[in-house]
């Protein structure tokens, strides 16, 4: 198991009214290695939160995350910097890919806060072969300015694999992409899901990519439901 929920709510506090906004209510989920997960919803549904607090980037109101039988609760700040960098990889809507910096630069940048003098040739290769994978070997020297939007987004989800995690959390990847590029960008993710055996959970409003997937939810009301 590489990620547990257990019984997790997010509460938001409104000072002005005094009512809270119950975000996610009493949700239990598990992320085990080599599957590959959906979360559908409708906007405002809380599927960012949730990936968020899968990311540890937020924290639940009430309830446990632990990941790789860790308590999140109990680990200190490096620690849980260092789970995001190095087991986690984040693909988001936009690609923030830094505009100065080449594909190559962009893919291995995420290495630099624990990158040893010794390892960065064999990072270099194993970002020339991950471009290789999403057909961008060839580009590797281009600035993102210099490529299309679909691919630019094949190098945003290279990029959160250049730290070999065990878990590839994606929020809404294809949401600005059109028809093509977004079905590309869904084939890429069920490829590397299977390339690489790593996990991967997709917050998504597209129902061609959540098929993709091997299981679904839905999130709606705060409560989370197996399709």
């Known amino acids: 198991m590489i990620i547990e929920l257990k019984n997790i709510s997010k509460i938001y506090e409104n000072s002005t009214t005094d ?11 598990q992320v085990e290695a080599g599957n590959s997960i959906a979360i559908v919803g409708p906007s405002g549904s809380g599927k960012s939160t949730l990936l968020n607090i899968l990311g540890i980037l937020d924290f639940p109101t009430n309830g446990n995350v632990t990941f790789n039988g860790l308590e999140i609760n109990k680990l200190k700040e490096p620690k849980l910097a260092e789970i995001r960098n190095r087991n986690i990889g984040f ?4 690609h923030h890919l830094l505009p100065q910096l080449t594909l190559l630069e962009n893919v291995i940048l995420p290495t630099l806060p ?3 003098k010794n390892e960065t040739k064999d990072l270099i290769n194993r970002a020339n072969d991950l471009l290789q994978i999403v057909g961008l070997a060839d580009k590797n020297n281009r600035l993102p300015s210099q490529l299309s939007g679909g691919e630019r987004q094949r ?3 290279v990029r959160a ?5 065990e878990v590839i959390l994606s929020d809404e990847p ?3 992409l059109d028809e ?6 869904g084939d890429l993710l069920v490829q590397l899901n299977k390339l690489q055996n790593v996990a991967i959970v997709t917050v998504t409003h ?6 993709k997937m091997k299981t679904k939810f839905k999130l709606t009301n705060g409560l989370l439901e197996k399709l």
């Open 155 to 157: 190098v945003a989800v």
């Open 91 to 94: 693909i988001f809507q936009s």
């Open 114 to 116: 624990y990158r040893k």
């Open 206 to 211: 597209s129902l061609e990519l959540a098929n």
């Open 19 to 29: 009512n809270n906004v119950i975000v996610l209510k009493n949700i239990s989920l």
């Open 161 to 165: 694999l250049i730290n070999k995690p």
């Open 180 to 185: 093509k590029n977004a079905s590309q960008i």
């Open 174 to 176: 294809t949401g600005s």
